[in-house]
């Protein structure tokens, strides 16, 4: 019997609600009663970040930080946890310098801290926003009972580079789904008290547009049209920003020929003038030293205050500004005001986080105990692993049935390393309590000979993260000539693979019978493979960013224009094509498959003002309503994600074929059916206008709804400004 149900639709109605308006930074007396005390020194002290020795992650330019703790020399440190470790620095700070002002310490909560959760690309394949937002909330929670505030995330750099290796670190290729996973990260962090004992300061980054490397390689030039950057790279970092995160940190490259950690534009107007950012902003690692390699600066002196100029408020590492700035105020290149903001924003940051009034808030050994990898976190991180995994291919093979004989083979499949990714904050190998073997060999007899194979193949987790760039998107040969060798034997294969970027699939996808799409799917995602590989767990990811054929497509995205000349007849030479390969991808941003299958019913609108023979038509502030029925026709439940897309047929600009403008994720039992609303309103359709203005222009537009970007059913609709 089927059911018929209306969904309100949620996500897409985001863009049509008033947007928050980002979080004030609340002026506490203390920290005026602080600032009159201190000297210049000290309160450049406040602006200076260093590593511990406890871990590095780039470069270390000093040792003996704990001497300039002391000193006032630097106020805030990275790489340094557990309550124990930073009890005692923070008692050095606190009872051994003049002033005893607490330091602020930070690390890299990328996709978890103890209980790691899958990286992020694979997280964003979920969709599912409410457990994206709880992952961060855990990842808080954990770090923060081991004496950290402050995360460097999240990562909200849109990219449609493969071969970049930190693509595995972010949301993927749209900025609309990037937007709303970067505002629930924030939600996640920083909860509604940045004071509470479980909470911690998110810190966006990398501002901006470090995803659009030339040529994929890490750190290189990015040059993009200011249109393109604000419609397709920013929306993301604004999304946080509005979310009320209170850090922003700048990013390694240059745009448009200044190197963002001394880009006025973007830090000053855009960050601060045009967002209304009132928190401080952070480097990256060495970031400003790296100015005089840029040649940008003639030496770091310069470069410190150029950067501090620009707006950046705290160096980390590149100790320009514990070297430098004082001699730089002195000279007047630099005016003690500008120190004074900086110093200021620094301070009032570690008043919300509550360390004025108990700097050894976050260090309670006990709490830490209790708090972290609990059965709760990983029992979700198990559930949350298994959504973020992507069938990209199935030929009926896949569930398998528990009990039956299966071989397990391949480099990956008995690496529990691997399952963590790059970026696993202080995430253990002993931790992890099974690899992909592991796991399936609880639930099944594994034989090497067994004539249906579970091949786990793909990246080792270092091939990707920072400095991270591959020439080449291919899974290397060694371990295609195993499924190579596996088909010639007349086997059955299905291919896990676990990788951080969009690989070129087009052999593999030719070969196996299955592909399962697992990321590094992080502490506990030998067993959430084990539960999708044989029907626990019905999957439901879709990619958030294009697979392509080859490498010679990228970059290959869902929002690419039409050209002057699309390619439409099969046979024409003068169109925008390529001799050796089809437009298209191998698999669209969006797909997905499940072990069920879904049917997409026409679309209707309704709501608008009028209709006429080309369609509804719905004018300025009004809305329409866009629905399609969705059934599971097949026998087992299943979550679908439904996703509307929206062309902009004529602009003052010319607009993407097909743009990402919402989704919605509903589970439906056998046989059971939905209805799905879409609201589109004015927002939803506005854009970068030809003079650079935000909004909407009338005109036609088409709309198509369906389970991936590729989808076909659609309608069309006009707007009347
Ligand atoms: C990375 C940042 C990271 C920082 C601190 C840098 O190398 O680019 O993403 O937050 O190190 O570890």
Known sequence: MKK??????????????????????????????????????????????????????????????????????????????????????????????????????????????????????????????????????IAAEEA????????????????????????????????????????????????????????????????????????GRD?????????????????????????????????????????????????????????????????????????????????????????????VDMDMMSASFMNYLKEKVEKGEVSEKTVDAACRRILNLKAALGLLDDPYKYCDPQREKDRTLTPENKAFARSFAAETMVLLKNNGILPLAKGEKVAVLGPLADSKDDLLGSWRGAGEV??????????????????????????????????????????????????????????????????????????????????????????YPGTMGGYAVADVLFGDVNPCGKLSVTFPRNLGQVPIYHYAKNTGRPYIHPDAKYESRYLDVPNEPLYAFGHGLSYTTFEYSDITLEGGDSRSESGMTFRGEGTLKAKVTVTNTGDREGTEVVQMYIRDLVGSVTRPVRQLKGFERITLGPGESREVEFTICKETLSFYRQDMTWGPESGDFNIFIGGASDCTKNASFKYEI
């Open 144 to 215: 923060a009972a081991a004496g950290l505030q402050w995360t460097y995330s999240p990562m909200c750099d849109i990219s449609v580079e493969p071969r970049w290796g930190r693509i595995s670190e972010g949301s993927g290729e749209d900025p609309y789904l990037g937007s709303l996973i970067a505002a629930a990260m924030v939600r996640g962090y920083q909860g509604d008290d940045l004071s509470s004992d479980n909470t911690v300061l998110a810190c966006v980054k990398h501002f901006a547009a470090y995803g659009a490397p030339q040529a």
């Open 219 to 311: 750190y290189n030039t990015v040059d993009m049209s200011e249109r393109w950057l604000r419609e397709f790279y920013l929306p993301p970092y604004k999304a946080a920003v509005d979310a009320g995160a209170l850090s922003v940190m700048a990013s390694f490259n240059e745009l448009d020929g200044v190197p963002a950690h001394a880009n006025k534009h973007l830090m000053q107007d855009i960050l601060r003038d045009e967002w209304g950012f009132e928190g401080f902003i952070v480097t990256d690692y060495t970031g400003i030293n790296e100015m005089v390699m840029h040649g940008y600066a003639a030496n770091e002196a310069d470069a410190g205050a150029l950067s501090v100029n620009a707006g």
């Open 430 to 519: 002993q931790s992890v309590p099974a690899s992909v073997l592991d796991a399936i060999k609880e639930v099944t007899p594994v034989s090497a000979g067994a004539n249906k194979v579970v091949l786990v193949i793909g990246e080792p987790w270092s091939w990707t993260g920072e400095a991270a760039s591959r020439s080449s998107i291919r899974i290397p040969e060694d371990q295609v000539s195993i499924l190579k060798q596996l088909k010639k034997q007349g086997r059955k294969v299905v291919v896990v693979l676990m990788n951080g970027r969009p690989l070129d699939l087009s052999e593999e996808s030719e070969l196996a019978d299955a592909i399962l799409e697992a990321w």
């Open 4 to 137: 018929l149900l209306t969904v309100i639709l949620a996500l897409a109605a985001v863009a049509c609600a008033p947007k928050p308006a980002g979080k004030f930074l609340q002026s506490d007396p203390r920290v005026e009663e602080l600032m009159k005390q201190m000297t210049l020194e000290e309160k450049i002290g406040q602006m200076v970040l260093f590593t511990s020795d406890w871990s590095v992650t780039g470069p270390t330019m000093r040792q003996g930080y704990l001497d300039d703790i002391r000193a006032g020399r630097c106020g805030n440190l990275l790489n340094a946890y557990t309550a124990d470790f930073t009890r005692e620095v923070q008692r050095v700070a606190v009872e051994e310098s003049r002033l005893g002002i607490p330091i602020l310490f930070g690390y890299d909560v990328i996709h978890g801290f103890r209980t790691i959760f899958p990286i992020n690309l694979g997280m964003s394949a979920s969709w599912d926003i409410q457990a994206i937002e709880k992952s961060a909330q």
